[in-house]
């Protein structure tokens, strides 16, 4: 019998020391209320067959006048400006090689987007295009300058009067806005790093612990984005909704017929290639 006591004793406690790791901030609810409940063009409403790339200044017009909500990328260039791009390399929408984070804006305007006329555009001219119209969902990208690329995105937001939350794969990113911007939403991008559903694999204990959420305790994120496609077989991401309500964004989906899996577990929702409703009903 006191085996059993202790046994229990210790499923308790791991219990609750699980709960309290996947925690979101404690005032996730009321900072996601406003972008919750909408879908978001996934870098613009692009369509590369109508001439139209993604992150270009085209789509995210396109979006704009739709009244979609708009996801977009950020890289800080070597002479410190905000580039809209998604690849960490140029190869697959510019067809040159190199990464992006050692360019400059002026090498960067040397190339094209997809084939097309558009040329890759500063952060400051889509919020000239947006102008407040909208909500941002502003993901920042994967770099090792990420507090440089933070300050400077916050830089250029400071007199930005429209509706904006932050996301980011990295950690430190959302550490690095928790501690200098606590006011601005934002959340962290995870995703099951698991061969034949994602092609990449979980291989060290940083990637596993943001796959299985484990860094809320530490980060207090406001929301969640995660693969929809893989997010029923994290079971503490259902486990964090069920105990603390926290706030969800699912990325990406990409066939309208299978909204309603993304609709199923999750608050806001991410989309490329067809043209939803502007606002989700439940």
């Not at 933070?150 to 806005?177: N, Q």
Request: hydrophobic share 45%.
């Amino acid at each position: 019998m006191k085996i059993v006591l202790i046994l229990a004793a210790c499923a308790a406690l791991l219990f609750l020391l699980t709960a309290l790791a996947i925690r979101p901030a404690a005032d996730a609810g009321e900072k996601m209320r406003r972008f919750c409940g909408r879908r978001y063009a996934h870098r613009g409403l692009h369509d590369a067959a109508a001439g139209i790339p993604e992150n270009s200044l085209a789509a995210f017009r396109r979006a704009v006048e739709a009244g979609y909500g708009i996801e977009l990328d950020l890289h800080l260039t070597t002479d410190g400006q905000l580039a809209v791009f998604h690849d960490d390399t140029l190869d697959r929408v510019c067809g040159v090689s190199g990464r992006v984070e050692e360019k400059s804006y002026d090498e960067l305007l040397e190339y094209r987007l997809l084939g097309t006329e558009e040329r890759i555009p500063l952060f400051s001219q889509v919020l000239e295009i947006v102008g407040g119209r909208i909500p941002l969902i502003i993901e920042v990208k994967y770099q090792k300058n990420y507090a440089a690329l933070c300050t400077a995105m916050m830089e250029e937001l400071k007199d930005y009067a429209g509706e904006y939350c932050v996301e980011s794969f990295h950690p430190l990113v959302i550490r690095w806005m928790q501690k200098n911007h606590p006011e601005i939403t934002r959340g962290l991008l995870a995703d099951r790093y698991v061969t034949g559903e994602t092609g990449m694999r979980h291989n060290s204990l940083p990637t596993w612990l943001s796959q299985e959420i484990l860094y809320n305790w530490l980060l207090k994120p406001d929301f969640i984005a995660y693969n929809y496609l893989t997010a029923e077989k994290t079971h503490l991401l259902a486990l964090s909704r069920r105990l603390w309500h926290t706030p969800c964004v699912a990325w990406t989906v990409r066939q309208q017929e299978k909204e309603p899996l993304a609709l199923a577990r999750f608050d806001a929702v991410i989309f490329e290639g067809y043209r939803p409703a502007r606002f989700i009903e439940k």
